[in-house]
Each structure stands twice: as structure tokens, then as C-alpha cells.
């Protein structure tokens, strides 16, 4: 057997393996660079950037608002006013601190994205929407009491509201990435609503609603901005380019069949006489008035000229047959 002194380190050794790891360690930080600069980071501190601009759920909460407002007219026949306020971006604890029950809240994903999210519709506009819905002028319902909620009827309203706040959340997410949404819970007291710790950074977007009466109203949409960061990189190419797309080009086309449908004077002009001022206050029933006969006749659109024709008669009914469209030279 071995002698157990043999396997022991000298006093000696044990002060050079010290001086190794105490001395050098604490003094060589960056051996290629002595100017090396060092930036501390605290691990527990949670990363409050975005990773893409704020315009981004600005412009997709733009779109939001017009697909809202189109739903609301098709679906509820009620015409608000709707307009978004940039979006906010505050601790959990500081999203729902100035609302008062009695509100619609519900709690929804956003599928493929991960993570709960809030909806927070403003009981003036299920209960204008409900007036307009049975014919009524859609007045809103003024203040009600905290504990007061909402009637099956209503509850039908409000399914309606949502399936227009969900799909027009899809179209306006289109352009970026395909979303579905699936709403897990309903509440009436913004305290009864946790989906994140009170120091957890949300991003909270606006709709408001101007009502007939001038109350106005308001929709709320708080998610984390851990929901947005998987597609940052979307958020930053997608929703720029794509105002001209999606949604966009069917405004545009609507809007083209609305002007093609709007009525205009067509006027034909066979000719034109110069008179003086004094002459036409002299004129008398049955006067006579020489003037110019043209060649052909010019077809007028409102008080522009848009093209010569011949005169005759089709049908037994006058009729004019367009030759050549108006020119500036001429």
C-alpha cells in the first residue's frame, strides 16, 4: 500500500495554485484589450423592447378601426364614429386602473401566438348597439351599478360584438400572418381579471366610439408584448408594405363602384349665337334668334366637353351618335 504523504500536496504547491486563481483571475478581464470596457446586466430584469416600432400596432390598429366600423354597419346597423389612439405601453397593474364595472372583459388567444389576452368593451356600446339592432335611435344606457350584469339578451349582443372584433382583428392581422381567436373567459370586474404579474409590460391599444348623443365610448385591447415578439420581424417588413393590400384594395374597389354610380347631365350644344346684354333684355315672345349651326354638335358632361356628334333620330326619339371624342386643341 501506498504512503499516504506521497499523495499530499506541499505547502508550497497549495500557495501557487492560490496565487493562480486569486490574483490573475481577479485582475485579467480582457487580456486582448487592457481598455475594455465592462456593462453590467441584472438577469432578473425582464426585456421592455419591443423589437419593432410602435407605428406597426398602430397602422394594424387602423386597420382594426375600418373593419370594425364596416362590421358594426353590416352586422349591427349601428354607424359610430370609430377612431384609435396610439398605443400604450404600461405595466399589467396599470391597464385597467380608471375602468368601473359594471364592463365586458374577456379573456382570449390569439392562436398561433402564445399568451392570454384582454378585451375590454365599454357597456355604452353593447347597449347602443342593442337599441340600434331593435330599431331604436341607439342612445347609450347611462350609468348603471357595479354589481349590475348583463341580460341573455344582451349576452347575444355582445357574441355578435365579438365575432365583429374578431374577425376584424383577422383581416387586419392578414397582411402580417394568418391569426385565429378563441376566447377562454367572461368577466364584469376589471379585479376579477388576471392574465399576467402586476410589473409584467403590456401593450394597451385604444378604440373609441363617438355616439349619436356625443357620449363617447371606448373598446380596449391589452396583450403582453411577449405575444409580439416571436413575429417582430414580421411586424417590421409586413405592415409598412402592405397598406396598399388586403383591405385597402377592397375600400378602393368599393369606392370606385360608388363613383361609377353617381349621376351626371348630359348636354348636347348644336350651336351658339353672340349677343349683346342690352339686345337679351329686349328680347319678346316669338323673337327669333339667328345662331352658327356646327358641323357637329359638341355632347357636354356637366359643364365640360366631352365629345362631337351627329344629331338624328332613332326610334322616333331625337338621338345623338357620338364621332370623335373632344380634344383641347380643339
Known amino acids: 500500500m501506498e504512503n499516504s504523504d506521497e499523495s499530499q500536496l506541499t505547502q508550497e504547491e497549495i500557495d501557487a495554485i492560490a496565487e493562480e486563481f486569486s490574483d490573475k483571475g481577479a485582475s485579467i478581464i480582457n487580456p486582448s484589450s487592457s481598455a475594455a470596457r465592462v456593462k453590467s446586466h441584472d438577469l432578473t430584469s425582464q426585456d421592455s423592447s419591443l423589437g419593432f416600432s410602435n407605428n406597426s400596432i398602430d397602422l394594424l390598429n387602423e386597420r382594426f378601426a375600418r373593419q370594425l366600423r364596416m362590421g358594426l354597419n353590416d352586422v349591427l346597423r349601428t354607424h359610430p364614429r370609430v377612431t384609435t389612439e396610439p398605443v400604450q405601453l404600461l405595466p399589467f397593474s396599470e391597464t385597467m386602473v380608471d375602468m368601473k364595472p359594471p364592463l365586458s372583459i374577456h379573456t382570449f388567444r390569439m392562436e398561433p401566438l402564445r399568451g392570454m389576452s384582454i378585451l375590454?368593451?365599454?357597456?355604452?356600446v353593447v347597449?347602443?348597439?342593442?337599441?340600434?339592432?331593435?330599431?331604436?335611435i341607439g342612445e347609450p344606457i347611462g350609468d348603471l351599478t357595479p354589481t349590475r350584469i348583463f341580460t341573455p339578451t344582451e349576452d347575444s349582443i355582445i357574441e355578435l360584438l365579438l365575432n365583429i372584433v374578431f374577425g376584424s382583428l383577422k383581416e387586419a392581422w392578414a397582411p402580417v400572418m394568418p391569426v385565429n381567436f378563441h376566447k377562454s373567459?367572461?368577466?364584469i370586474n376589471p379585479q376579477f381579471v388576471q392574465i399576467a404579474d402586476e410589473d409584467d409590460l403590456m401593450l394597451k391599444s385604444t378604440v373609441k366610439f363617438m355616439l349619436k348623443d356625443g357620449t363617447e365610448a371606448a373598446l380596449y385591447l391589452i396583450q403582453p408584448i411577449s405575444l409580439f415578439k416571436p413575429v417582430r420581424d414580421l411586424l417590421r417588413t409586413r405592415v409598412q408594405g402592405s397598406e396598399d393590400t388586403g383591405s385597402d384594395n377592397r375600400w378602393r374597389q368599393q369606392l370606385k363602384e360608388a363613383v361609377l354610380d353617381v349621376p351626371v347631365e348630359l348636354r348636347v350644344t348644336m350651336g351658339s349665337a353672340s349677343v349683346r346684354y342690352k339686345d337679351i333684355k329686349n328680347l319678346e315672345i316669338d323673337q327669333i334668334i339667328l345662331f352658327d349651326m356646327e358641323d357637329d354638335c359638341t355632347i357636354y358632361v356637366d359643364k365640360s366637353p366631352f365629345y362631337y356628334g351627329a344629331l338624328g333620330k332613332k326610334d322616333n326619339q331625337s338621338a345623338?351618335?357620338?364621332t370623335k371624342h373632344y380634344t383641347v386643341d380643339d
Open 120 to 124: 375590454v368593451v365599454d357597456p355604452n
Open 127 to 136: 347597449f347602443t348597439s342593442l337599441d340600434d339592432f331593435f330599431g331604436g
Open 185 to 187: 373567459a367572461s368577466e
Open 320 to 322: 345623338v351618335k357620338i
